[in-house]
């Protein structure tokens, strides 16, 4: 896709569009998606398995992945099928460089977050996160401050990588530029961003609300429960990055796909 060079100013309404997008593309290749998700999840449980690297080599690829995401999303909306290896799109590109300096860029920014995080609750929540280590009763409450601290530094980072790899691969903007734009773009359009997450809480909460009352109504196992919220997060995953290929199309597509 040739983006634009500046991003569109948008209504707000049009964020609430960008989800009910995600869910036709999902719509039109359920399979597609399942076999694509599955051989991430997979790549990402054995990079977790890599002593030390387990750790950055998911964060540093992160961008680059998210592009290839967008790459899929964008073959289903043409009518083409999304073929596994557009998941690695991104580091097939002369871009590859930049792409891999934006991961460095995400990685140095993530350890900053946890470096914070860390000085509140003596590293509780990354315990937590990395190894599933639960708090004790006495971090609770330095853990969910963290934690709160964590969600608001997060928030300017992810409006600075929500366009960059689009930014990198498409436009061949450098790193830096495609941080600096994306993050300028989302914020103009704060509005739009503000209904697209109101209902991204909404559908989450209609979620939550639902399995808990069908647990109440048959008393549903562990196992069970487990069973009826992977598919659920599977659709959703799909979902969401269905979504965030709208939103790189009303931003900053053409005026033939914005439409």
């Given at each position: 896709m040739r983006l634009l060079t500046e991003p569109r100013i948008l209504e707000s309404k049009v964020g609430a569009r960008w989800l009910s997008e995600g869910f036709?593309?999902?719509?039109?290749?359920?399979?597609?998606?399942?076999?694509?998700?599955?051989?991430?999840?997979?790549?990402?449980?054995?990079?977790?398995?890599?002593?030390?690297?387990?750790?950055?080599?998911?964060?540093?690829?992160?961008?680059?992945?998210?592009?290839?995401?967008?790459?899929?999303?964008?073959?289903?909306?043409?009518?083409?099928?999304?073929?596994?290896?557009?998941?690695?799109?991104?580091?097939?590109?002369?871009?590859?460089?930049?792409?891999?300096?934006?991961?460095?860029?995400?990685?140095?920014?993530?350890?900053?977050?946890?470096?914070?995080?860390?000085?509140?609750?003596?590293?509780a929540l990354l315990e937590w996160i990395t190894i599933g280590q639960m708090p004790k009763p006495e971090q609770i409450s330095a853990v969910q401050t963290s934690g709160i601290v964590a969600f608001i530094l997060y928030i300017p980072v992810m409006m600075a990588f929500w366009f960059a790899p689009q930014l990198v691969v498409w436009s061949g903007f450098t790193p830096v530029k495609a941080l600096f734009y994306s993050f300028f773009a989302v914020w103009r359009n704060k509005g739009a961003f503000t209904r697209y997450a109101i209902t991204w809480i909404g559908l989450t909460l209609f979620v939550g609300v639902a399995m808990a009352l069908l647990n109440e109504i048959i008393k549903m196992k562990p196992s069970t429960v487990t069973a009826f919220l992977f598919p659920i997060t599977l659709i959703l995953m799909a979902v969401a990055h269905g979504s965030f290929y709208a939103s790189t199309k009303a931003v900053f597509g053409p005026e033939e796909e914005s439409a």
């Open positions: 036709r593309l999902f719509h039109q290749q359920p399979l597609g998606w399942t076999l694509i998700l599955f051989i991430y999840w997979a790549a990402m449980l054995m990079a977790a398995f890599i002593p030390i690297f387990g750790l950055v080599l998911p964060l540093l690829l992160t961008p680059g992945l998210s592009m290839g995401f967008i790459e899929i999303s964008q073959a289903i909306d043409r009518r083409e099928p999304p073929r596994p290896p557009l998941l690695i799109a991104a580091f097939r590109t002369a871009q590859v460089r930049s792409v891999l300096l934006l991961g460095a860029w995400y990685v140095l920014e993530i350890t900053v977050i946890m470096l914070v995080s860390y000085l509140i609750d003596d590293g």
